[in-house]
Structure formats: structure tokens, C-alpha cells
């Protein structure tokens, strides 16, 4: 199985801070990584697939870089709403991981 | 715009087996693949499996001795089965498409676009 690995696995932050998020796959996994956000008690939701593809109606703050085993996924200015837990998925080859979750908490 | 919506037992007695349904509404099975993902209280997901609306599946090794996926187009349904279940296989259970291209015939997936609210079920005696 291909492991996730995401760091770090918690950080502050403020509003209007830029924050990046960084996700590495055991092995290569060209750029078949995607970014979800996860609010409590809520499914996750896409946010970035194919490493740097912003899914429709995601705003524009959220963007992806990567390629091969380490990928980022930077907010350029967080904003209240941000706040959740974001994980990284490869869907490479099966089975698809997941990993750890990186929670974004308010500073 | 595609709603998912997981139903089945939330309680199942240890041993016994696992069974949700998740219905498509406001579009269709067919063309597409599903997935079953789950998460225990407080940790991250885990994916269980997937089916292609033709009926082939794939799960993941971790659970494939337990689990079966199936589709029934007719009804707009996806079906999971779990069975000899355990505590530990208290989770929430989501069901979602998966976003898939083509090329030179091989299908590349492209991330998990449309996401059942979550159903929990808890494995207890």
C-alpha cells in the first residue's frame, strides 16, 4: 500500500494568514494526489485533485503543487471558514489511502 | 446537482453483518464509479471499496475477505456489506462518486467529488 504522510499534523493559524500544508506518498504517485477539507461532523470535500486542479466552486485562496511524492496544498489568506481538518488522498493505484489529516485551528 | 444519501441499521451486534445503502438522486449510477469510505470516532478515513456502475469492483485487501460492493442501477442504489464485524469496525460510513477520466482506454480516478452525508453505525452487543 502506498502510506500518506501529512505535516504537520496540527498548526494555528489567523485569519488572513497563508498556510501551507504538505503531504508525501511513499512512492512516486506522479500527480494523482487530491485535497479534501473536513469540518466536524461533515463530509469531506474536494478541494484539489490532480495535485493543482481546483475542484469547481472552490475558491481561488486553495491551490496545489506537486508532483512524484511531495505535494503542498497553500491558503493564500485563511479565512474564518477554513477552519477543519485537511487530507490528502492518492488515487494512484488501490487501494486508495488516505493521510493522517492536518487540523488547522485558530492561533 | 447529485445528492447522496446513506441508509441502513446504526447498530449491528458483533459477528453479524453490516449493511448500508446509499441512494442517488438527482442523477444516475450509470458511468460512473462508487466508493465506500469509512472513519472510526476521531481518526481519518479509510477507504473500503469501489464499484464501476458496470458491476466490477475493488476493495481494499484490509477488508476484502469481509466486504462486498454492489450496484443496482435500476434503483439508483450502491450496497456495502460488511460482514463478521467487529468493534473496531465502528465507524461512519460514507458513500461517493468518484471522478474519473480516460485515456488510451486505461481510467484514471480524479478525486472523490460527491460525498453522502455520513451514516454511523456502532458495532455492539
Known amino acids: 500500500d502506498i502510506q500518506m504522510t501529512q505535516s504537520p499534523s496540527s498548526l494555528s493559524a489567523s485569519v488572513g494568514d497563508r498556510v501551507t500544508l504538505t503531504c508525501r506518498a511513499s512512492?512516486?504517485?506522479?500527480?494523482?494526489l487530491n485535497w479534501y477539507q473536513q469540518k466536524p461532523g461533515k463530509a469531506p470535500k474536494l478541494l484539489i485533485y490532480?495535485?493543482?486542479s481546483l475542484q469547481f466552486g472552490v475558491p481561488s485562496r486553495f491551490s496545489g503543487s506537486g508532483s512524484g511524492t511531495d505535494f503542498t496544498l497553500t491558503i493564500s489568506s485563511l479565512q474564518s471558514e477554513d477552519f477543519a481538518t485537511y487530507y490528502c488522498q492518492q488515487s494512484y493505484t488501490t487501494p486508495l489511502t488516505f493521510g493522517g489529516g492536518t487540523r488547522v485551528e485558530v492561533k | 446537482q447529485v445528492h447522496l444519501q446513506e441508509s441502513g441499521p446504526k447498530l449491528v451486534k458483533p459477528s453479524e453483518t453490516l449493511s448500508l445503502t446509499c441512494t442517488v438522486s438527482?442523477?444516475?449510477?450509470?458511468?460512473?464509479?462508487w466508493s465506500w469510505i469509512r472513519q472510526p470516532p476521531g481518526k481519518g478515513l479509510e477507504w473500503i471499496g469501489y464499484?464501476?456502475?458496470?458491476?466490477?469492483?475493488n476493495y481494499n485487501p484490509s477488508l476484502k475477505s469481509r466486504v462486498t460492493v454492489s450496484v443496482d442501477t435500476s434503483k439508483n442504489e450502491i450496497s456495502l456489506k460488511l460482514n463478521s464485524v467487529t468493534p473496531a469496525d465502528t465507524a461512519v460510513y460514507y458513500c461517493?462518486?468518484?471522478?474519473?477520466?480516460?485515456?488510451?482506454?486505461?481510467?484514471?480516478?480524479?478525486?472523490?467529488?460527491?460525498w453522502g452525508q455520513g451514516t454511523t453505525v456502532t458495532v455492539s452487543s
Open positions: 490532480a495535485a493543482s
Open positions: 512512492q512516486t504517485i506522479s500527480t494523482f
Open positions: 461517493a462518486r468518484i471522478q474519473w477520466g480516460e485515456t488510451s482506454g486505461n481510467h484514471y480516478f480524479y478525486g472523490l467529488d460527491v
Open positions: 464499484i464501476y456502475y458496470s458491476g466490477s469492483t
Open positions: 438527482g442523477g444516475s449510477t450509470n458511468t460512473y464509479y
